[in-house]
């Protein structure tokens, strides 16, 4: 098939650990590559957000990275991106006047404006996949949440428009449930990982006799870092390691890693603290496999890439329960869920795990079995290909779709 991918802001030539670039950067540019591996052509449009490069890139064979103009050629945080998407859906609909796609595959919801604009007036089918739901955000962030205005009832138009949702948990399902997206155009498909890359062999980073506690993720405060620092008082001797962020020497100028380190100071467990700051995908196999137990604490999670990761790794997780987490870990066979914002908690998880070298144990080979099992990037791309067979197959109103 000739799949398009849409990704407005993150592209999957971007270096993961920016404050805009995760998790949907490497679902895309994973998700993209496994599509190639099926025989498929995929071109994944992004904004082009620097001077260079300019125009399509090769990522493997099989796959290209288009470098949209919509915008200054800058980097801009994706909540202000919103007025660029008119001209991003513009573009898109010149190109595919010349090369047309089978079907379009959103990453996004302004990902998912940018596409329905450009298919409007050609039978082209959306798939969308939202990563995050602003409802969901404005619950947990409230005042401080940046989103355009309008988000949550462009994201609730869209879903209704596309010839089917692709969620990555079934939290996400029951959100948009709530927002009166029927069932019949949703299906969950999750995220993957790369099983050549994260295993439970091969080089593990240097550790010091203390046991070792890793957290993972970018530096912004929904990631719940400050949990983990609160919950380390009550966890005596083990060390925390939080890797994310800007390269180590700009961790002095990054206003979270400057709070954490504060909150560390005041909690009495400076010294067990290490802020890394930016890992290379390279080294954090080796990073997870260091530790005794990976933890992860957001107040919200659309899926979660990093507990996967430490499955695929044979590292036992403790968890937030929220969003896709709820998942991925298995609650008393692959790791611990605790509620969010909890670190007593969370503590009590950690104490209970890292005192249990047969917990351990069990732990390990259960999420080692599941990762290998479930997550396989290959597979996820299957099922994303029948996702993508199943919208082709039927005229867009047998779908119920509201174009």
């Not at 490069?53 to 945080?77: C, I």
């Not at 595959?105 to 969308?128: C, E, I, K, N, Y």
Request: proline share 7%; hydrophobic share 45%; net charge positive.
């Amino acid at each position: 098939m000739k799949i398009a991918m849409v990704s407005e802001h993150a592209s999957p030539l971007a270096v993961v650990g920016g404050v805009d670039a995760g998790g949907q950067n490497l679902h895309v540019a994973e998700l993209a590559k496994a599509l190639a591996r099926r025989g498929h052509e995929v071109c994944v449009h992004t904004r082009q957000d620097a001077a260079s490069p300019r125009g399509k890139v090769e990522l493997v064979p099989g796959v290209t990275v288009d470098h949209v103009p919509a915008g200054p050629p800058e980097p801009l945080p994706k909540d202000e991106l919103l007025p660029y998407m008119a001209a991003f859906g513009a573009y898109l609909t010149e190109a595919w006047a010349v090369a047309r796609p089978e079907v379009v595959h959103a990453h996004f919801w302004m990902s998912g404006l940018a596409a329905l604009t450009a298919t409007r007036d050609r039978p082209v089918p959306v798939v969308q996949t939202f990563h995050a739901l602003g409802s969901v955000k404005q619950r947990h962030q409230g005042v401080k949440d940046t989103s355009p205005p309008g988000r949550i009832r462009l994201e609730r138009a869209i879903a209704r428009s596309v010839a089917k949702v692709v969620a990555t948990c079934s939290e996400e399902v029951f959100e948009l449930a709530r927002l009166g997206v029927q069932r019949r155009q949703m299906t969950v498909v999750p995220c993957g990982v790369d099983l050549d890359q994260f295993t439970d062999r091969g080089p593990v980073a240097p550790r010091t006799d203390r046991p070792r506690i890793v957290s993972v993720g970018r530096l912004v405060e929904r990631k719940g870092f400050d949990v983990l620092i609160r919950a380390l008082r009550a966890v005596p001797g083990a060390e925390l390691l939080i890797a994310g962020g800007p390269a180590a020497p700009g961790l002095a100028g990054d206003a979270e890693a400057c709070r954490l380190l504060a909150l560390a100071q005041c909690c009495g467990v400076a010294d067990r603290v290490h802020l890394l700051g930016a890992v290379s995908r390279a080294d954090m196999p080796g990073l997870l496999r260091s530790a005794d137990v990976v933890a992860c604490a957001p107040w919200y999670e659309p899926f979660g890439i990093v507990p996967v990761e430490a499955m695929a790794c044979g590292i036992p997780v403790v968890a937030t329960a929220v969003g896709g987490l709820t998942d991925t870990v298995i609650d008393g066979v692959t790791g611990i869920l605790v509620p969010p914002r909890r670190p007593d908690r969370m503590a009590a998880a950690l104490r209970t795990l890292l005192a249990d070298h047969s917990l351990q144990l069990n732990f390990r080979s259960a999420a080692l079995d599941r990762a290998r099992s479930r997550y396989a990037w290959d597979r996820i791309a299957g099922e994303t290909h029948l996702v993508y067979r199943e919208v082709t197959a039927f005229p867009a109103d047998r779908l119920g779709v509201a174009r």
